[in-house]
């Protein structure tokens, strides 16, 4: 039987409650699951180790690969070193099929069968890259010309949200001290 994972830093979970928007543009709050285990590590975001409460996952599955994309150089490292979660997983008895690849959805709650505690989800995630799980793709692999277009996305979504003219916001300081190069950019502009 496959297993769906949910990966959270909340401890205790039994059961999950729908409270994730759909992507599909419609206002459905459902449980998202996935089936690759490497992809669920990602979700284990802590808001105040990363000054956003909102994830910011730059990864996908692809061919069943999970790749995760860095932006920024060492961004695997600045989101998940020294943070601590839990992958909880659920028998897939049927479960709605996403959109995304490996991806499931529940309108209802999901009770959790079990619990994986993951005391450094950083280490963890180099273990699945080491185990031929998860692909990195790493800024500093990235030729100039990647980097340059990622700094030019990141101003065009600074000048998008306007951030410059709230810097105090949770939004722009996330972006301010992960996305340096282009924040000072923005300003430059």
Not at 14 to 32: E, I, M, R, W
Not at 69 to 77: A, I, N, S, V
Not at 137 to 164: A, F, G, P
Request: aromatic share 12%; net charge negative.
């Amino acid at each position: 039987m496959e297993f769906l994972y949910h990966g959270s830093i909340v401890p205790n979970l039994t059961c999950l409650k729908p409270v994730s928007k759909l992507h599909n543009g419609l206002s459905d709050a459902v449980v998202y699951l996935t089936a690759n285990r490497a992809y669920a590590l990602f979700y284990i975001w802590d808001a105040n180790h990363n000054i956003r409460t909102n994830k910011w996952v730059t990864c996908a599955i692809k061919n069943g690969v999970c790749t995760y994309y860095e932006q920024f150089p060492d961004q695997l490292k600045a989101f998940y070193d020294g943070v601590k979660g839990y992958l909880y997983s659920v028998e897939n008895r049927g479960f709605e099929k996403a959109a995304e690849e490996d991806m499931y959805v529940s309108k209802s709650a999901v009770s959790m069968e079990k619990c994986e505690i993951i005391d450094h989800v950083y280490e963890e995630i180099l273990r699945m890259e080491s185990a031929g799980k998860l692909e990195i793709l790493r800024y500093q692999s990235l030729s100039t010309e990647e980097q340059n277009r990622i700094v030019d996305m990141m101003v065009e979504y600074i000048e998008k949200k306007h951030l410059l003219l709230s810097p105090s916001s949770e939004e722009a300081i996330f972006i301010s001290t992960y996305y340096k190069e282009a924040w000072e950019k923005a300003n430059r502009l």
